[in-house]
């Protein structure tokens, strides 16, 4: 049993933080995939294609690494756990681009919420759907089951 007595069971809270961890990895995956897109990707192959592959190899990076994680946890989880940890990714995920993006880059809101008009071919979306969903869809890969 997870729940006793209002408290959480220590498993689920080293389950947690170690996505936690895992999640501040995928910042640094992020910030190195930010330096290739602006150092290679968009010098070469223009801002919205660079973009655009850039968005597709970070997506393809939280997939790799939530992949190996649940392959290689031993503590228990459910696909509750997952979705759960798929939304934790999501707000940090959010709160840091806005955070980092206002408070130390200094762009403007203007700025930031140009990733999100995929009319101009900006699919940054798909790496929040895929940090929101990518737990569960890798839990599901690696249980070979629909968790």
């Known amino acids: 049993m997870y729940f006793s007595h209002g408290e959480v069971h220590p498993m689920k809270q080293m389950f947690a933080l170690y996505s936690l961890g895992?999640?501040?990895?995928?910042?640094?995956?992020?910030?190195?995939n930010g330096a290739l897109r602006e150092g290679l990707l968009t010098p070469n192959l223009g801002d919205t294609?660079?973009?655009?592959?850039?968005?597709?190899?970070?997506?393809?990076?939280?997939?790799?690494?939530?992949?190996?994680?649940?392959?290689?946890t031993s503590i228990e989880y459910t696909g509750s756990d997952?979705?759960?940890v798929g939304a934790m990714w999501l707000v940090l995920t959010v709160v840091f681009e806005f955070?980092?993006?206002?408070?130390?880059?200094g762009h403007s809101w203007e700025f930031l919420?140009?990733?999100?008009?995929?009319?101009?071919?900006?699919i940054w979306a798909?790496?929040?759907?895929v940090s929101a969903v990518g737990p569960y869809l890798m839990g599901s890969v690696v249980n070979n089951r629909w968790l």
């Not at 955070?99 to 880059?105: A, E, H, Q």
Request: no cysteine; glycine share 8%.
């Open 22 to 32: 895992l999640w501040g990895l995928l910042v640094l995956v992020a910030i190195m």
């Open 113 to 122: 919420l140009e990733d999100y008009n995929i009319l101009k071919g900006r």
């Open 99 to 105: 955070g980092f993006g206002l408070l130390v880059m």
């Open 82 to 84: 997952l979705w759960m």
């Open 49 to 72: 294609l660079g973009r655009a592959l850039s968005a597709i190899i970070l997506s393809a990076a939280i997939l790799l690494m939530a992949h190996l994680f649940l392959w290689r």
């Open 126 to 129: 798909v790496v929040l759907i």
